[in-house]
């Protein structure tokens, strides 16, 4: 059966009220109803003396001070209240003050006060009751229950208020964590759409900067092919703009940008043949295996890798051909993509290189990559591939639970391998 109404607005009420003024009232109560004995005595029952009323009230003030001295105000009300017993004074026929002293520390004093109290009200209980004349057996039952369940009233208080506690704790506990993980995919997110900006208009723009480089060249000698060389700026320019309002569509939350499919290791081949044609790069492309599915992200990222290694080799390598190997197993996806252009500076280091697997993942690009900003680059694009070119196709291949590595080619020039795993052998890396 629910409670009434007003029970809970009360409750609430009290809660939040200065525990002074409530414990007051609960004196002034205990006083009251320890009063009414007085006031109505029964029939041969000893009258009020000064003494009787003094004892009376040890019994209910010093609640007022129950939570600031729990264990002195147990101790005035305990001597207290047999003491009316002792002095015919006359005896309490219920230990109102007792009963609150035993429920307060029970819900709130240490173990050996709760022990001790408990031990010494029912022990002077029963030899109270030996100096109230007639006292009958139930009488006996009748304090004896009163002060056990007051004490158990109280460890159930104490109990509560401990789960209460704890659940209070977990829920903050709870709350950072989510704000901890939000925290994170922000971090993550803001880092994978730096990353995808950073590859469409890196690459976007050293197509274009080429052709534009061209076509005041052979505007005169070759219109036709100036023409197509300002074609080829046009086309590259509607493709950076279709990939960037994907990307803006997804921060706006567009729905139909969501649709829009991401590219994957399937439009390698497109990117190859544009490339080729807007820069007279001779890209070759080459498949070992047989494709198999990947997830989303691998499979963008497969094609972002690819992306960024050529544009760091159009705008980097003065190199005349490239080429981009795709290697499937059943385990992982392999790309490599070697150059044979100026390789890096200084020439023949082969340790000045990037090797980056997920284990070896370090923060602000420092650590096993730390040496990305200097000899690892192209000659004079040695910052740009320390800052943002090597970095992203490394933070990519970790995100996926793969590894990268850039250093220079076999027969020279420079090469880019990045491994991605499957999705079984990606949860494994991940852990």
């Given amino acids: ?5 007003w029970i809970t607005p009360l409750v609430a009420r009290l809660r939040t009220t200065s525990p002074y003024v409530v414990d007051t009232a609960l004196a002034a109560l205990v006083l009251f109803a320890v009063s009414l004995q007085w006031l109505f005595p ?3 029952d000893d009258r009020l003396t000064w003494q009787g009323w003094l004892l009376g009230a040890a019994t209910a003030v010093p609640l007022v001070w129950r939570r600031r001295a729990a264990m002195t105000t147990a101790c005035v009300v305990s001597a207290a209240t047999p003491a009316m017993a002792v002095y015919h004074a006359p005896p309490p026929d219920v ?3 007792g009963m609150v002293v035993l429920y307060t520390l029970a819900a709130r004093g240490p173990a050996w006060q709760r022990r001790l109290m408990l031990a010494g009200w029912l022990a002077g209980t029963t030899l109270t009751m030996q100096h109230k004349e007639d006292a009958l057996p139930f009488e006996y039952a009748f304090h004896l229950m009163g002060v056990l369940c007051a004490y158990g009233l109280g460890v159930l208080a104490r109990v509560q208020r401990a789960y209460t506690a704890a659940l209070e704790d977990r829920a903050r506990r709870l709350e950072r964590e989510r704000a901890a993980d939000t925290a994170r995919a922000i971090a993550r997110e803001r880092s994978r759409i730096a990353r995808d900006m950073h590859d469409i208009l890196a690459h976007a723009v050293s197509l274009m900067v080429v052709q534009a480089e061209a076509g005041p060249v052979v505007v005169r000698s070759d219109p036709a092919r100036a023409e197509a060389a300002f074609d080829a700026i046009a086309e590259t320019g509607r493709d950076a703009m279709s990939q960037l309002r994907r990307i803006l569509g997804v921060l706006k939350e567009d729905s139909a940008a969501h649709r829009l499919p991401q590219p994957g290791p399937e439009a390698v081949t497109a990117l190859v043949r544009q490339v080729t044609e807007s820069t007279g790069l001779q890209v070759r492309l080459r498949t070992t295996g047989h494709p198999r599915p990947l997830p989303p992200d691998t499979g963008v990222a497969a094609y972002r890798v690819v992306q960024e290694a050529l544009t ?22 392999t790309l490599t993509v070697t150059d044979d252009g100026r390789g890096p500076t200084p020439p023949g280091d082969g340790g000045d290189r990037l090797r980056q697997g997920p284990a070896e993942q370090a923060p602000g690009g420092q650590g096993a990559t730390g040496r990305e900003a200097g000899p690892s680059g192209y000659g004079p694009g040695a910052q740009h591939l320390g800052g943002y070119g090597l970095i992203g196709i490394r933070e990519r291949a970790a995100a996926c639970g793969g590894s990268a590595y850039a250093g220079p080619g076999p027969d020279g020039g420079f090469r880019v391998v990045v491994r991605l795993p499957m999705a079984a052998d990606r949860e494994a890396a991940l852990g």
């Fill in 1 to 5: 059966m629910p409670p009434p109404s």
């Fill in 42 to 44: 029964d029939e041969g």
């Fill in 95 to 97: 230990s109102y003050g």
């Fill in 312 to 333: 760091n080799t159009v705008k980097h390598a003065y190199a005349t051909g490239a080429t981009v190997e795709l290697d499937w197993t059943e385990e992982a996806l």
